[in-house]
């Protein structure tokens, strides 16, 4: 439930005012656009005459907010791992709030916005390697989230667990593992839904997207195996 209910926040916030700091116009000093220019999705998705917005890629803009809603969801969700069982909920909603805020939405607007942290002619990596064709000579490259999901949830996940410490009774008392058959169902799912975030990455029905997800499925097939054989050969081999 609490997974739940923090999804509940996000997307609160993203509606709210996150997609207009992540993907509007040009960010204060290139970190966060203007978080009340389109608030409650104003002009973004239906214009003042009824007319529906449409989008960078061909079709309606509110396909991609919602896409890109999921994205900021799955981030958080990522984090609750590092604090699981040790953190009042109450504070756990508002850390989701403050971190969507904060930390998950203005990043966006860095990589994803043509911002700070982009392959922009204006931006860091333009004046580190030079600029070709009008962007960075050697642009950095986020297709899926590599470093707005996976490098932003993992280091903001370690930094919680730091600072909220292990639990009380650890080591002190027996661990019971999880169900392990509940497990492999989670990651299962999870699975098919990475294969959508990464396909629906190229914006498109076409080769990238269906590279991305061959690319999905055969890394994934790979670690698991490595996993399996991790497994047999420390309960079955010596």
Same mark, same amino acid.
């Given at each position: 439930? !609490?997974?739940?209910?923090?999804?509940?926040?996000?997307?609160?916030?993203?509606?709210?005012?996150?997609?207009? /700091?992540?993907?509007?116009?040009?960010?204060?000093?290139?970190?966060?656009?203007?978080?009340?220019? &389109? &608030? =409650?999705?104003?002009?973004?998705?239906?214009?003042?005459?009824?007319? /529906?917005? %449409?989008? !960078?890629? =061909?079709?309606?803009?509110?396909? %991609?907010?919602?896409?890109?809603?999921?994205?900021?969801?799955?981030?958080?969700?990522?984090?609750? =791992?590092?604090?699981?069982?040790?953190?009042?909920?109450?504070?756990?909603?508002?850390?989701?709030?403050?971190?969507?805020?904060?930390?998950?939405?203005?990043?966006?607007?860095?990589?994803?916005?043509?911002?700070?942290?982009?392959?922009?002619?204006?931006?860091?990596?333009?004046?580190?390697?030079?600029?070709?064709? +009008?962007?960075?000579?050697? $642009?950095?490259? %986020?297709?899926?989230?590599?470093?707005? /999901?996976?490098? !932003?949830? +993992?280091?903001?996940?370690?930094? @919680?667990?730091?600072?909220?410490?292990?639990?009380?009774?650890?080591?002190?008392?027996?661990?019971?593992?999880?169900?392990?058959?509940?497990?492999?169902?989670? $990651?299962? @799912?999870?699975?098919?839904?990475?294969?959508?975030?990464?396909?629906?990455?190229?914006?498109?029905?076409?080769?990238?997207?269906?590279?991305?997800?061959?690319?999905?499925? $055969?890394?994934?097939?790979?670690?698991?195996?490595?996993?399996?054989?991790?497994?047999?050969?420390?309960?079955?081999?010596?």
């Amino acid at each position: 439930m !609490s997974i739940f209910k923090m999804f509940f926040v996000v997307i609160v916030a993203y509606i709210g005012w996150g997609w207009s /700091i992540s993907f509007r116009h040009h960010g204060v000093a290139g970190v966060f656009a203007h978080p009340f220019e &389109f &608030f =409650g999705l104003h002009n973004a998705v239906i214009t003042d005459d009824r007319n /529906i917005v %449409d989008g !960078s890629h =061909g079709y309606a803009n509110v396909i %991609d907010i919602g896409f890109q809603l999921t994205f900021a969801a799955i981030a958080t969700a990522l984090i609750s =791992g590092a604090n699981a069982e040790r953190v009042k909920f109450g504070t756990w909603l508002t850390f989701v709030g403050l971190w969507v805020t904060l930390v998950y939405c203005p990043l966006v607007c860095m990589v994803w916005n043509d911002d700070l942290l982009s392959a922009a002619s204006e931006d860091i990596a333009a004046h580190l390697f030079g600029t070709h064709d +009008g962007r960075a000579a050697i $642009a950095p490259i %986020d297709f899926a989230g590599g470093s707005v /999901i996976e490098v !932003s949830s +993992g280091v903001s996940g370690v930094v @919680l667990a730091l600072v909220v410490g292990k639990r009380r009774s650890f080591l002190r008392s027996p661990q019971r593992p999880h169900n392990f058959p509940m497990v492999m169902l989670g $990651a299962a @799912l999870l699975w098919f839904a990475w294969l959508s975030f990464n396909g629906g990455s190229a914006f498109g029905a076409n080769g990238t997207a269906a590279l991305a997800w061959m690319n999905t499925t $055969a890394a994934g097939v790979a670690e698991l195996l490595g996993l399996i054989e991790n497994i047999d050969c420390v309960t079955t081999t010596p």
